[in-house]
């Protein structure tokens, strides 16, 4: 036992007991860490900060109380403390930091006290015991994999705060079976290169995404087998690809607020879009709810069989038109009236450019059927009524001579819409634009190594994956030698996360490759679709199968398989040079974190002269640990292109990178070996 504690001493290994001195305000980073003996710790009360990793590794921790002085919690603070089964959190504290009590597997339950706002990311991954969460309001952000892995956790709440959900924060979930997403929650995993916020939630029946959700990442819901029911409150919400693959009790989507206009219609006397309705096969629309069916396709991969499932767009499409143009009939009138009297009051300008927006949306031919079938100009009425105004579409003549009668009255009507039309299609191109920049020049989060939790390098050298169990894992954590849970060194030929001997023959890696495809991993496909492109490790060599792999793997989470195709494209690699796909495919990388895609950007907007959106990415790319895009900058400074104040934010992010990823056990590595230089 330690008793006193004051934050300096040197820590035995064979510690069981710790009391820390009233004078302690910090434990520093490691300080107990792999002390596997320490089963009781007592904090004292003017304890304000709890290093990175301080208790990494106490496997025989039972529990631990914060006093209220807490406000920070280091990185894998306790991590790896598997038998800690009772945490206590006090208000004050501001964050989980990342990986703060990952694979504390007897964990049971955790509530959040009111003063957290941020969830790291991996900050309860594998914690397969969590069976009760807590979640508070105020809390704004949950990071990615948070919660994933956590086995028996069974219903989570999201409260209002949270607008966003990260990737795989509940991924491998398997009992969990109630999700209540409140009002205020705006997106959910959207990342293009790949979401799996709720993969895998195999218990999950049914998700009520409420009116504020407006995106939904790619395979956000992918493997959910039991998930019977969606219902989508927000008819506009945008649905990534692949969000729903391989639901295979996913037959219908409800959509309230589709229900809620379909029941104004009614009841204000238009039933004749009932038999309308009737006539859209498979569209169910009574009893209080509105129905439209999915749509299953099966897809045959290498790898083998997957069920896309998605919404029936088109019988969708149908509906809201129908719904649309009812709501249209009487707005269309009071529209028309409007115009009669342009001295009256004109605060209503909003609602009639949204009725004309919708006007233009319309099927033309149930418009010209039922609302415009008179000549504009001499009244006529009739089935022959059909020359309509080549400018805005809306005014009917029953012949050319009409029209160009009435064209001096029409005029400046005619003109008048369609500036407003053009306006608003202006409006949206600017909208739309300034989104997508919005999503390209973010930042997208670093990965950290499995092992250690510490950010992985981004030089090749400085990390490896491992298709025995799928991990890409440090330099360091790959040199550095096992040990058994007594602290003996073991065989260090082994995989250093699952201990599974490295493969010995160029047959079992690619055994091993494939199982990893079959599991579905990324960066297994990607591999093997290069052995096709490449036609190594027995493969033959095929480019239309390492397209596939190579489309297959970025839509589900691999940056550099998207980068691939980008080269594909652009060098003509078994497809023929098409130049607006490999930009395309170049943005879907550099979103997903590809540092060599962000720097081909760069380079691109640099050739077009283009400095300030250059700047941009070569900044993101040298925060995300690329050496070559600070070369490029310094030039642009030499140039006059940028200014010292960027340069220097430039040199001080690549030193801020290099921060993160650098680390004892990493440099011993390549001091030993030139393979495992990180950096």
């Known amino acids: 036992m330690i008793d006193g504690y004051k934050g300096h001493e040197n820590v035995p290994s064979n510690v069981k007991s710790v009391r820390f001195h009233p004078s302690v305000t910090k434990i520093g980073n490691g300080a107990f860490e792999g002390c596997i003996g320490l089963r009781e710790v007592v904090l004292n009360d003017s304890l304000r900060e709890i290093g990175d990793e301080a208790f990494h590794g106490c496997s025989s921790l039972q529990s631990i109380n ?7 919690i280091g990185a894998s603070a306790f991590s790896g403390c598997s038998s800690l089964d009772a945490v206590v959190l006090y208000e004050g504290l501001a964050s989980i930091d990342v990986g703060v009590f990952a694979g504390c597997v007897a964990l049971q339950s955790i509530i959040f ?42 219903s989570i709440t999201i409260p209002s705060s949270v607008d966003e959900i990260g990737t795989r924060v509940f991924a491998r979930c398997v009992n969990l079976r109630e999700v209540v997403l409140n009002d205020g929650i705006k997106r959910i995993g959207w990342y293009p290169n790949g979401s799996g916020s709720f993969s895998n939630c195999t218990s999950l029946q049914s998700i009520t995404l409420p009116s504020t959700v407006e995106q939904i990442g790619t395979i956000t819901f992918n493997n959910c087998k039991n998930l019977q029911e969606v219902v989508i409150y927000n008819e506009k919400i945008q649905i990534g690809n692949k969000a729903f693959t391989n639901c295979s009790s996913l037959e219908r989507f409800k959509f309230p607020s589709l229900w809620a206009r379909l029941d104004r219609i009614i009841q204000a006397g238009q039933r004749d879009i009932e038999a309308k309705l009737d006539n859209i096969p498979a569209v169910e629309w009574r009893a209080g709810e509105l129905d439209i069916p999915a749509v299953h396709q099966e897809i045959e991969r290498n790898w ?5 499932v998605k919404v029936d767009e088109e019988k969708l499409s149908v509906v809201k038109g129908l719904i649309s143009y009812h709501e249209m009939k009487e707005a269309t009138t009071l529209y028309n009236m409007s115009t009669l009297n342009k001295n009256n009051d ?35 009425k009739g089935d022959n009524v059909n020359n309509i105004c080549n400018k805005c579409k809306r005014v009917m003549y029953c012949n050319a001579a009409c029209k160009k009668k009435h064209r001096h009255k029409h005029k400046k009507e005619c003109e008048e819409y369609v500036k407003l039309l053009a306006d608003k299609r202006n409006e949206v191109l600017t909208l739309e634009a300034e989104k997508h920049d919005e999503e390209l020049f973010k930042t997208p989060p670093a990965e950290d190594c499995p092992i250690c939790f510490e950010r992985i390098p981004n030089r090749n050298s400085g990390q490896r994956y491992n298709a025995c169990c799928g991990k890409v894992i440090c330099s360091g954590c790959v040199h550095s030698p096992l040990y058994d849970d007594q602290g003996n060194e073991v065989d260090n030929e082994k995989c250093p996360f699952c201990r599974t001997p490295h493969p010995d023959t160029q047959k079992e890696h690619v055994r091993r490759m494939l199982e990893r495809v079959k599991a579905g991993d990324p960066m ?14 027995g493969f033959p060599q095929d480019y239309t199968k390492a397209l596939e792999l190579y489309h297959r793997a970025g839509e589900i989470g691999d940056a550099n398989a998207y980068n691939s195709l ?89 030193q801020a990178y290099l921060g993160e990823i650098k680390s004892d056990q990493r440099d011993k590595a390549a001091a030993a070996d030139e393979q495992y230089r990180y950096y």
Not at 360 to 376: H, K, L
Not at 577 to 585: G, M, Q, R, T
């Open 346 to 380: 004109t605060s209503n300008d909003d609602g009639v450019c949204e009725i004309n927006d919708k006007l233009q949306n319309m099927n033309t031919a149930d418009i010209v059927e039922e609302t415009v079938s008179v000549c504009a100009n001499c009244g006529k």
């Open 524 to 537: 297994a496909i990607h591999n093997i679709g290069m052995y096709y492109r490449d036609g190594t490790y």
């Open 566 to 654: 980008s080269c594909c494209y652009n060098n003509g690699i078994g497809v023929e040079v098409d130049e607006k796909k490999a930009e395309h495919y170049c943005e879907l990388a550099a979103i997903g974190g590809s540092a060599t895609a962000r720097y081909n950007l760069g380079n691109k907007e640099y050739r077009a002269g283009n400095m300030d959106r250059a700047l941009k990415h070569f900044m993101i790319a040298v925060r995300g640990g690329y050496h070559k895009p600070l070369q490029m900058i310094q030039e642009l400074y030499l140039n006059g292109y940028v200014t010292k104040e960027d340069y220097t934010k430039a040199l001080q992010a690549y």
């Open 304 to 308: 083998g069989m997957e069920t896309l």
């Open 113 to 154: 006290p009111s003063t957290i706002t941020e969830i790291g990311s991996k900050a309860f991954h594998g914690c397969t015991n969590l069976r009760d969460v807590v979640l508070n309001d105020g809390l704004k952000k949950i990071h990615s994999s948070s919660f994933e892995s956590c086995m028996f956790l069974q």
């Open 66 to 72: 914060f006093p209220s002085t807490v406000t920070k």
